[in-house]
């Protein structure tokens, strides 16, 4: 069980939330070349460490929010209301 | 809002232990109205109450912060029209009569805490859910909205959910409250 942090609600077991991966910065649509809007659709840094997610309250306040997660010890800080 | 006749989606009536320590009962016929509003409205403000929180409005409606920036408003029964009606709609506020909608179910006792314990994850401590505390959480794997409202001088807990998980949620509740002595009623199928 992963205990994640809503900024909202408190401590959740994962099982309540949604994770929906990390969290990347979307290009311009009028000028983003084909490579770019192609790595901001699918790629990602997937490290081994500290990964900054976004995530979704969906059995609570239902809202987005960010934390930073170790994806090599699933412990988390810094949980920011989006 | 048309008054159109109520009908519960609980088909059993209340379920109790013989010494007091756990009941549950259908309070699906009360009023529910469901406000969401943006911050800086008339009614954000007149409503008042933060998210995780509750309170008696003098009109006898309980005013919960249900969720950031959305409200549900408890009233007796029938009173949705009227309650609706109190609510200033002037910027972006929407209103809406859930009554129909959302079942709901009361669960009081000196065991209700430990009977609920036992269906959901969330921290039932009075440190974190004292009396008029507002949460959302998983109930028997419901997605429910709980209010804490201690009731008669004994805890007690207020959960809606969704109305076609309604009959499935008071008997596994009900299911729940046999090991604190409950007596089930004839014919509530629980497996």
């Given at each position: 069980?992963?205990?994640?942090?809503?900024p909202?609600?408190?401590?959740?077991?994962?099982?309540?939330?949604r994770?929906?991966?990390?969290v990347?910065s979307?290009p311009?649509?009028a000028?983003a070349?084909?490579?770019?809007?192609?790595?901001?659709?699918?790629?990602r840094?997937?490290?081994?460490?500290?990964v900054?997610?976004a995530?979704?309250c969906?059995?609570?306040?239902?809202?987005?929010?960010?934390?930073?997660?170790?994806?090599?010890?699933n412990?988390?800080r810094?949980?920011?209301?989006? | 809002m048309?008054?159109?006749?109520?009908?519960?989606?609980?088909?059993?009536?209340?379920?109790?232990?013989p010494?007091?320590?756990?009941?549950l009962?259908?309070?699906?016929?009360?009023?529910?109205?469901?406000?969401?509003?943006?911050?800086?409205?008339?009614?954000?403000?007149?409503?008042?109450?933060?998210?995780g929180?509750?309170?008696?409005?003098?009109?006898g409606?309980?005013?919960?912060g249900?969720?950031?920036?959305?409200?549900?408003?408890f009233?007796?029964?029938?009173?949705?029209?009227?309650?609706?009606?109190?609510?200033?709609t002037?910027?972006?506020?929407?209103?809406?009569?859930?009554?129909h909608g959302?079942?709901?179910?009361?669960?009081?006792?000196?065991?209700a805490?430990?009977?609920?314990?036992?269906?959901?994850?969330?921290d039932?401590t009075?440190?974190?859910?004292?009396?008029?505390?507002?949460?959302?959480?998983?109930?028997?794997?419901?997605?429910?909205?709980?209010?804490?409202?201690?009731w008669?001088g004994?805890?007690?807990?207020?959960?809606?959910?969704e109305?076609?998980?309604?009959?499935?949620?008071?008997?596994?509740l009900?299911d729940?409250?046999?090991?604190?002595?409950?007596?089930l009623?004839t014919?509530?199928?629980?497996h």
């Amino acid at each position: 069980m992963i205990v994640v942090n809503c900024p909202h609600c408190g401590p959740r077991n994962s099982s309540d939330l949604r994770p929906c991966g990390e969290v990347t910065s979307r290009p311009d649509p009028a000028t983003a070349s084909l490579s770019e809007w192609r790595t901001y659709l699918y790629m990602r840094e997937n490290p081994s460490g500290w990964v900054t997610e976004a995530w979704y309250c969906r059995s609570g306040c239902r809202r987005y929010f960010t934390i930073e997660r170790n994806t090599a010890t699933n412990e988390t800080r810094r949980s920011e209301a989006s | 809002m048309p008054d159109i006749e109520f009908k519960s989606p609980i088909a059993h009536g209340p379920v109790s232990a013989p010494d007091g320590s756990v009941s549950l009962e259908d309070e699906t016929s009360t009023t529910k109205v469901v406000v969401r509003a943006a911050t800086g409205t008339a009614a954000a403000a007149d409503l008042g109450v933060p998210y995780g929180q509750s309170r008696l409005r003098a009109d006898g409606t309980l005013v919960c912060g249900t969720r950031p920036g959305e409200w549900t408003l408890f009233a007796a029964a029938g009173r949705a029209t009227e309650v609706a009606a109190s609510v200033d709609t002037d910027g972006f506020v929407n209103v809406v009569d859930v009554t129909h909608g959302r079942a709901m179910m009361r669960v009081s006792g000196p065991k209700a805490t430990a009977m609920l314990a036992k269906v959901c994850d969330i921290d039932l401590t009075d440190d974190m859910a004292p009396d008029g505390a507002v949460f959302s959480g998983s109930v028997a794997k419901v997605t429910c909205d709980l209010l804490r409202s201690d009731w008669r001088g004994e805890v007690s807990y207020l959960i809606s959910c969704e109305r076609s998980f309604g009959n499935y949620l008071f008997a596994t509740l009900a299911d729940a409250s046999t090991e604190f002595g409950a007596e089930l009623p004839t014919g509530l199928d629980i497996h």
